[in-house]
């Protein structure tokens, strides 16, 4: 897996320096809310999982619908494996090598990663890869901001899919056009209440995107930093085991923590295989941060703080005291947007705004969520970025 995923950083190169047209940029977008026209492919759907069943059960109606789409999904990375890796032994590493890994996985993942193999008959090492994947190649950008009346309003670009593979006929990304049939909502319950609901990609066990309703809301971006992901998967392959899946975090997060302060503090102190950042929004004002974490703890949180009239903390995959890498700056862009709506009109259909203007949204933007706290309320759209469109 570790050569995989080398293998693939060297075909960035060769990707980068060809066929892209430079940045493409717009004024903000209004009006967007409800979504509707050529960005949005329309509403995902919802699924129950119920905790209280065998983790291998959970998953059951998510995947019976969606294994056609997951199993196409899980094509499309082999076919990749296979560009890189001709003879097909990587493919046949995957296979001999994931289920025996997954074994060093600690539950429910474990057996909830059994339950999907079983349910969709596509093997267990594929499934194990699959959600190996989205732990090193997330590019986002989420931002929590305050109305004027101490209402907090989360939203996010999930992007997904960089560099891996271009289809140049339909100029679109392979991977992240497969994954957008694959996005489903999730409403996690205990004793038929809601404990937690999320946006998902179905197959994949941890999460990236959810709410507690009534308590916090939470996204994770990538960080992509020297002593990066690579390293700590490399580590955890090679037995030294003591950090955590970053995406396993924020899913325990989300099931066991009981306030912000509480999910604020193990984001920032639990030990991680690779960098993150973890946005977080509480439900009173104030409530709401950039937590950015190195394997080992949190480096730096950016909280909201209306004295300094910042109502909004926003992050794409930057650290927020450096300037964005020239090639892609989609903090201007959105920063820009939230400054022109200003604090007294933000709201979920405004946040929609600003995550649908280029290049916020791109080529890589597989769904919006949008999450207000108070309410308890979790929604998401499957989007498209017609042309002419950044490609990430
Ligand atoms: C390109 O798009 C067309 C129409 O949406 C689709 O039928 C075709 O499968 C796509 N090609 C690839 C290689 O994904
Ligand atoms: C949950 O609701 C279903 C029907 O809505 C009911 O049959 C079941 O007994 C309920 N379970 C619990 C634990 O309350
Ligand atoms: C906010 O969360 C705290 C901790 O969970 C809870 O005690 C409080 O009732 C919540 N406040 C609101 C307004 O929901
Ligand atoms: C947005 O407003 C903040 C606070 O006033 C300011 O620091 C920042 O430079 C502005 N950004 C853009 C892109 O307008
Ligand atoms: C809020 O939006 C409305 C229309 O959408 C506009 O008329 C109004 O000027 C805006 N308010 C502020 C403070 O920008």
């Known amino acids: 897996m570790g050569r995989c995923v080398f293998l693939v950083l060297a075909a960035l190169f060769s990707v980068t320096s060809t066929q ?28 129950t999982l119920n905790l209280d069943l065998p983790p291998s059960e959970r998953w059951t109606a998510v995947i019976t619908d ?16 296979n560009a890189f ?51 090193v190649f997330t590019v986002c950008t989420s931002v929590v901001a305050e109305d004027s009346n101490g209402n907090l309003v989360h939203g996010r670009n999930m992007d997904f899919g960089l560099f891996m593979g271009w289809d140049v006929k339909n100029k679109s990304w392979i991977i992240s056009e497969r994954l957008k049939p694959l996005v489903v909502n999730l409403d996690f319950q205990r004793k038929n ?44 392959i090679l037995w030294k085991r003591d950090g955590m899946w970053m995406s396993f975090l924020t899913r325990s997060v989300l099931e066991n923590a009981n306030s912000y302060e509480e999910a604020k503090m193990r984001l920032a102190q639990t030990k991680l295989l690779a960098p993150a950042y973890f946005i977080l929004g509480g439900n009173q004002t104030g409530q709401g941060c950039i937590i950015t974490r190195s394997r080992q703890n949190s480096i730096n949180i950016l ?13 794409t995959n930057y650290d927020h005291w450096e300037e964005p890498f020239f090639l892609d700056d989609r903090r201007t862009p959105a920063m820009k947007c939230m400054n022109q709506t200003t604090q007294a009109n933000i709201s979920v259909k405004t946040i929609y705004d600003v995550l649908s203007t280029k290049p916020v949204l791109n080529k890589l933007t597989t769904y919006t969520t949008l999450m207000q706290v108070s309410e308890g309320k979790l929604e998401s759209y499957i989007r498209d970025c017609p042309d002419p469109c950044m490609p990430w």
């Open 303 to 315: 909280e909201i703080d209306l004295k300094l009239n910042r109502w909004y903390v926003l992050e």
């Open 193 to 236: 209440q809601t404990v937690f609901k999320s946006t998902n990609f179905a197959g994949y066990v941890g999460m990236l995107t959810g709410i507690k309703p009534h308590m916090f809301t939470l996204s994770m971006n990538e960080r992509f930093s020297f002593d990066g992901g690579y390293i700590g998967i490399l580590e955890w």
């Open 20 to 47: 892209f047209k430079p940045p493409y940029a717009e004024d903000c977008r209004t009006g967007m809310y409800p979504p509707t026209g050529p960005t949005s492919r329309g509403a995902a759907s919802w699924y």
């Open 66 to 81: 969606k294994k056609t789409y997951l199993a196409n999904m899980i094509q499309a990375i082999k076919d990749l494996a």
């Open 85 to 135: 890796v001709p003879s097909g032994r990587l493919v046949e590493l995957v296979d001999i090598t994931l289920p025996w890994m997954l074994d060093t996985l600690p539950n429910p993942f474990k057996e909830e990663i059994k339950g999907i193999a079983t349910v969709s008959g596509i093997p267990l090492g594929e499934v194990v890869l699959f959600n190996i994947f989205y732990e």
